[in-house]
């Protein structure tokens, strides 16, 4: 009998890797990477041996897709900001029985999805950058879940949430499940000045987000469920928030009412709004 021993929703910017490096920006996303690092220490306490993260940095236009290979191991470099992330090793173990099953389950839920298990298929840094500062010593197992879903509806990756939980319970794994994305996600324009990497690109982004914020903390997801379709569209969500979707599918959706506890605060980055946030489960 599998379990769900932690959910969260959590950040994955770049700068947190540029944050390690020596120059002018040395430091500045360190309340991000120890927020990582938090969670990770929450999962060992648990006894979590696999993290199931859901990258919306992994585009994908037809179905839903698992990679579960046996051994992810290689040298990534952002082809969307390659001066940021630039040959960041990483290796660590997966859970290909894991992924198996996800895909098994997720498709007797109606909702397509398929597992790969191929070598040439790697992470992307929706997944990289967490398991950087939460997995470094490759203590835990690793499945990552394509979020990035481009024609997919919301109620289809909630399904797939639903799915998920059903698939952890079959299972023999300990899990945390990771929706690694943005509040808004609306960048910077071009041209911007360096400094504005610490600035939302519009003052309304940041207001919707801290009322998320909010009701987040009140444990308001009735409130929050139903707002989070128009939510998305005006606040240019992440990877159309379908890691959002699938967190609450897996935890209730518009049932689930636990107060979230905020690991580290909303911030800025290049543009979009930001949080590391563990979702308490209801039962």
């Known amino acids: 009998m599998g379990k769900l021993s932690l959910a969260a929703k959590i ?93 098994q389950t997720a498709t007797e839920y109606g909702v397509h999805t398929r597992a790969h298990e191929v070598d040439s298929l790697g992470l992307e840094y929706g997944t990289l950058v967490p398991m950087r500062y939460m997995n470094s010593d490759q203590h835990f197992k690793v499945v990552s879940i394509a979020g990035g879903c481009a024609w997919h509806t919301l109620d289809e990756s909630r399904r797939f949430g639903q799915a998920l939980k059903e698939a952890i319970a079959r299972s023999d794994a300990n899990v945390a499940f990771l929706a690694s994305g943005s509040l808004s996600h609306r960048f910077n324009d071009n041209g911007s000045p360096e400094e504005s990497i610490h600035d939302i690109s519009r003052e309304f982004f940041r207001q919707v987000d801290l009322r998320v914020v909010q009701l987040w903390k009140q444990g308001d997801f009735a409130t929050f469920c139903k707002m989070l379709p128009e939510y998305n569209t005006h606040c240019r969500g992440e990877g159309g928030m379908h890691d959002t979707a699938m967190l609450l599918g897996l935890l209730g959706w518009d049932r689930y009412d636990q107060p979230v506890e905020i690991v580290t605060d909303y911030f800025a980055s290049s543009g979009t709004g930001q949080i590391n946030a563990i979702f308490p489960l209801p039962w």
């Not at 700068?15 to 920006?25: A, D, N, R």
Request: hydrophobic share 35%; with cysteine; net charge positive.
């Open 11 to 103: 950040t994955h910017v770049p700068s947190m890797y540029l944050s390690e490096l020596p120059g002018k920006h040395h430091g500045c996303r360190q309340a991000a990477i120890d927020g990582h690092r938090i969670i990770g220490e929450r999962c060992r306490a648990l006894n979590v041996d696999t993290l199931i993260v859901s990258d919306v940095h992994w585009l994908v236009n037809a179905g839903y897709h698992v990679n579960c290979n046996a051994r992810f191991q290689g040298t990534y470099t952002s082809n969307e900001l390659p001066h940021f992330i630039k040959d960041m090793t990483y290796a660590y173990p997966g859970n290909p029985t894991l992924g198996r099953l996800i895909a």
